[in-house]
């Protein structure tokens, strides 16, 4: 079977625990100290039948976004990534940003997404019913609401923010053999470069976000894959800076002065 060959395409719909009042898009906690709720998965479409009113299954396949529109979904933050843990199934989501949340005409904040000009992003923590992953319906949480510690509107899934590390514009997930979760990012919208960070997901230290790594000026970090003993990550488009050209190059990673910036593969090794 290949992805979409059959079966039924679902759509989420995310429903706040919290009076829609305590959300004002300044990223202020509700009252219940969380930013969680429930879900529902919504059909769209199974085989050749569309569940989305005037439109066709094949107009359904081809412009998912309009019918999810159409059929109820929650408008996210821009979703980049989404994986699910392999220790415990819980789901998580990299939502990078949206600069445009609350803007005229585009959708407000919501419990899910919570703060107007999102440009930092979050991390959506989600769990099937039952642990079921064919479930129709899910709870939720938000396991951080990204950006300058210091700044009120950031969470950490409850954990002291004078002790975590500031990150911005998460892109990309994965677990190591312990389930923790490692987040590379997309974006430097703290003026720092982009990088690697982990978080444990589970007892006193959920939530203690700490860089790993920082990759070149101007790239993304792509990937990335954790083992035992060694982490794989992929800085991607070094250099792309505002005015940069050949002749002027943002970065001269990885070959050094004199060269033009290139993606590659970087394996850091446990010692």
């Not at 996210?76 to 990534?81: F, G, I, L, T, Y």
Request: glycine share 12%; proline share 8%; charged share 25%.
């Amino acid at each position: 079977m290949r992805l979409l060959d059959e079966g039924t395409l679902y759509v989420a719909k995310f429903t706040g625990d919290s009076p829609a009042a305590e959300i004002d898009g300044a990223g202020k906690l509700p009252s219940d100290g969380e930013f969680d709720g429930t879900g529902e998965w919504i059909p769209l479409a199974t085989g050749n039948v569309s569940h989305v009113p005037g439109m066709t299954a094949a107009e359904v396949y081809a412009f998912t976004r309009l019918a999810a529109d159409k059929a109820g979904a929650t408008k996210m933050d821009r979703p980049e990534d989404v994986e699910p843990s392999p220790r415990t199934g819980r789901v998580y989501v990299a939502l990078t940003n949206n600069s445009h949340r609350g803007a005229t005409g585009k959708a407000g904040p919501d419990e899910a997404n919570p703060r107007k000009g999102n440009k930092h992003g979050h991390i959506l923590e989600l769990e099937e019913q039952r642990g079921d992953a064919a479930a129709k319906s899910f709870r939720w949480k938000l396991l951080l609401v990204c950006g300058d510690p210091e700044d009120p509107s950031t969470y950490f899934a409850g954990f002291d923010k004078s002790r975590v590390s500031p990150i911005s514009c998460p892109d990309n997930v994965a677990f190591d053999e312990h389930g923790n979760l490692w987040i590379a990012t997309d974006g430097a919208a703290l003026g720092y470069h982009d990088g690697l960070f982990a978080v444990p997901l589970k007892g006193a230290e959920r939530g203690h976000v700490k860089q790993f790594l920082s990759i070149p000026k101007g790239a993304e970090c792509c990937g990335p894959i954790i083992t035992r003993d060694r982490i794989l990550v992929a800085p991607q488009h070094p250099g792309e800076t505002t005015g940069a050209t050949a002749e002027n190059p943002g970065s001269a990673w990885p070959d050094g002065p004199g060269k033009l910036p290139r993606p590659s593969v970087v394996a850091v090794w446990a010692d």
